[in-house]
């Protein structure tokens, strides 16, 4: 099992994105482009994102494979007062350990409500794995938690956006990916894949993607080159260059 900060080379991430009402269409996800951009400024590579429904062995088992294969998990959604949000249930039985109520988490959600307002529903929000750290949250108060690389994290943006400023700090970063386009304008991505593939073969360190765009202009494609190491992103870049600018030479 990795553990957050621990491990050789780019520490790597997952999202598990836990709703029904993700699934169902009815709300939009936004957590993982946010989180997703978060980390690749601090040079933690984001390689999976999965979404599960509100099914506590669905999530245990997504967990699992998940925190088993990289340096952190985050969750978000299903840590509200809710009957149908069993994520702290799931992450403290896919690590087997007891759940329950907080103190440390009741003292946040004291600093929000009132002992009145404080009712049972909304003290479902201080029920935390045993061995777990709180997430502060400044938004809202109600706190997430972490345990082992499992950051679990609310489903409403604004919250979780506030409790990643929370965690962010203490992941293992690394070097930025640094990300170079060069626009292929209307040249068809089939005039140019099969040379494209051979540049990115002789680029070791250097990804390579070709991306259409569409708009009311007609279809222009972009090439996409990400490094870690700017003087082979140069070369590559390059190389790139001088591929489109022959291309554009043999058709005028």
Same mark, same amino acid.
């Given at each position: ?47 999976? $994102? ?7 062995? %669905?999530?245990?088992? /997504?967990?699992?494979? +998940? *925190?088993? !294969?990289? @340096? ?19 992450? $403290? ?7 329950? %109520?907080?103190?440390? /988490?009741?003292?946040? +959600? *004291?600093? !929000?409500? @009132? ?138």
């Amino acid at each position: 099992m990795k553990e957050p900060g621990t491990g050789e080379g780019p520490a790597t991430a997952a999202v598990l994105v836990i709703g029904d009402e993700i699934l169902s269409g009815r709300t939009q996800d936004a957590n993982t482009h946010y989180i997703a951009r978060y980390l690749a400024e601090i040079g933690v590579d984001l390689r999976e $994102a999965r979404v599960v429904p509100d099914e506590a062995e %669905e999530i245990v088992v /997504a967990l699992n494979a +998940l *925190r088993a !294969r990289y @340096t952190y998990v985050f969750t978000t959604g299903g840590i509200g007062p809710t009957h149908d949000d069993i994520t702290a249930d799931a992450v $403290a039985a896919a690590f087997g350990v007891g759940i329950g %109520e907080d103190p440390r /988490a009741i003292a946040m +959600l *004291r600093e !929000r409500f @009132t002992e009145e307002e404080l009712n049972p529903a909304r003290r479902r929000m201080a029920r935390i794995p045993d061995g777990a750290e709180l997430v502060r949250n400044g938004a809202s108060k109600a706190p997430g938690f972490w345990i082992g690389n499992v950051i679990v994290m609310a489903g409403v943006p604004t919250i979780m956006q506030s409790m990643m400023d929370t965690v962010g700090p203490q992941l293992r970063s690394g070097a930025r990916v640094q990300v170079e386009t060069v626009d292929a304008g209307s040249i068809p991505e089939g005039s140019y894949a099969m040379k494209l593939e051979e540049i990115a073969r002789a680029h070791e360190g250097v990804s390579i993607g070709s991306y259409p765009h569409f708009s009311a202009a007609g279809i222009r494609n972009q090439i996409v080159l990400r490094s870690r190491d700017a003087a082979r992103l140069a070369v590559a870049g390059q190389a790139v260059r001088a591929l489109l600018a022959e291309l554009s030479a043999q058709a005028s």
